[in-house]
């Protein structure tokens, strides 16, 4: 059902009240209680930004925070009805705006990614999970894993460091893989290398990890795989052990 033209500004105008604090003539409000319209709808935006970014606001003062947020309510029109999905768009805001806290937290726009990432894995919808064995060969069987996950790259170590210890000497490369919990949902985090994100990748398509060792040695030029492997199998261990490779493909 559409509404008509006058119910549609009034609703408007009252929204750019809420986030600007100027009301137009034209809305028809009680002027003794028009501004706890206002601080509730901020109040809700600031209460859910500080759920969903709490190593954010630990890095921030009160003043970082408080303008960061006040900008993004008055000068952003979400586009998402569900309420999750804002910090996405706070993060995005604050990726295309200028703002004087990216001088001195050149840290901070991966540190809102690495925060945001982890509710979206978290609330991302449900994948069927492949049905697996728990006996086989790693190098020759193909290995089955957790099909909810994201891998995503950094350029400060922000899942690896207290944010307000990062520094410039800091910035490199870095890898972070994302997963829910099959029986938990909850959501783990592992550091990776540029070449455990290629065999992560490469598994997580349905090659075997004999394959994906072959390439890589002949890509890098290395004399022998074994090598390679010794390096590799701990880390694929470990995976196992976190329950991101669930066992092997099972072809029954």
Known sequence: ????????????????????GELAESVIVRP?????????????????????FPLTRNLLTDEQWDTLVQNFFATHK????????MPKEFYNYFKETESSVKNLYSQLEDLLLFEWMEIEVFMMEDIEFPQVVKEGNILSDTLSVN????????????HLK?????????????????????????????????VYVLIIENIAKGLKLKDILTEIATHLKLDSMEVLFDNVE???????????ILGFYNSK
């Not at 099909?147 to 922000?158: A, D």
């Open 1 to 20: 059902m559409l509404l008509q033209e006058s119910t549609y500004k009034q609703q408007s105008d009252l929204a750019h009240f809420c986030r600007t």
């Open 32 to 52: 003794d209680r028009v501004n706890h319209y206002r601080r509730l709808v901020y109040n809700i935006v600031d209460d859910s930004l500080e759920s969903a």
């Open 78 to 85: 979400c586009q998402s009805a569900q309420i999750w999905e």
């Open 147 to 158: 099909p909810e996950f994201k891998i995503f790259r950094v350029s400060y170590p922000v």
């Open 162 to 194: 207290i944010a307000k210890d990062i520094t410039q000497d800091d910035k490199g490369k870095y890898y972070i893989l994302l997963f829910r919990e099959k029986e938990t949902g909850k959501v783990q985090f592992i550091d990776l290398s540029a």
């Open 234 to 244: 701990p880390f694929i261990e470990m995976l196992k052990k976190k329950g991101f």
